[in-house]
């Protein structure tokens, strides 16, 4: 099968990189559903354009992004703004209340009519359920910034920052810490296509969804389920945690609080993981909350390596679905 090449536009004598046809013109919604080789070439896609921006800086020139916002958002937002527009492309940026999706609007139909205008649509939505629908329904590629089951390209710009502070993915132990969210779901799907070990510790009840789980394991997935924050930590790679209480569930807050409390990630839970294990959280962090200031601004914590990925990783999300 013929595979399409992306070559920087101002370099044509640069070595390019190999796309899978498969990527281009597709939906991003799940990392269930991308192979390793696509995984893998987006991760090398990134580092490309991390290390050449200027090499992209008209590759989508002409290229319209709409972006759906139901939940509000600083790094999701930034990134695919700027990402978008530093390769040349423009941005449409649609609040909750300009589309009412299912209440104003049926879903099927902002997806339709959004198809006629603009050449991606990039939703941030509170249902795993919205998204599907617009993907159902649209004619351009719809991407997943964020559902209450999935942030794919969250997890995807973590495994960068690890490929970069590890140099290989194939052995990396990484600790899950606290609950078994949207985050947690796609770094256990990517986990099982790149060889990365993952050990997983919630409370009882918060565990991660048994399909993930189930999909993983039938992948030859390394991922153990536990309660035990300091089993799971033990000897680590990085150590991995999230809010306790995710938007939408601010009725639960008060009982998370005190469920998930020997959860924190802490010095001591540090010391637990080893003098090289790093820190990694998808943020916003409730410092206080699910981890320590002297963790989080610790040398070895990757939270803004995080954050600074994502805008090379939303670049190569572009350029593999777009160009």
Known sequence: ?????????????????????????????SLHDL???????LLK????????????KSAL??????????????HTRATFELAIRQLGGQVLTLGWEEVGLGKREAVKDVARTLSQWVDAILARVQSHQ???ELAEHATVPVINGLTDFEHPCQALSDYLTLLESKGNLANVTLAWVGDGNNVAHSLIYAAARLGAHMRIAT???????????????????DVTLMH???EAVAGADVVYTDVWTSMGMEHEA???????????VNCPMMRLAGPQALFMHCQPARRGEEVTDEVMDSPRSLVYQQAANRLHMQKAIFLALLS
Do not use: C, W
């Not at 969804?209 to 992948?219: F, G, I, N, P």
């Not at 008060?254 to 924190?264: D, L, N």
């Open 61 to 74: 020139e002409g290229t319209t992004l709409a972006m759906i916002l139901e939940k509000p958002s600083l």
């Open 1 to 29: 099968m013929h595979q399409l090449k992306i070559v920087p536009p101002t370099e044509k004598n640069l070595p390019p990189l190999v796309r899978p046809p498969s990527l281009a013109h597709r939906h991003l919604i």
């Open 45 to 56: 896609l990134a580092q490309e354009v991390k290390a050449k921006p200027a090499h992209y």
């Open 35 to 41: 192979t390793p080789e696509e995984i893998d070439f």
């Open 203 to 221: 409370p009882p009840g918060y565990e991660p969804d048994r399909s993930v789980m189930a999909d993983a394991k039938r992948e030859g997935g």
């Open 254 to 264: 008060e009982a998370r609080q005190e469920v998930f409390r020997p959860y924190q």
């Open 228 to 230: 035990d924050p300091a």
């Open 130 to 132: 919205t998204v599907l």
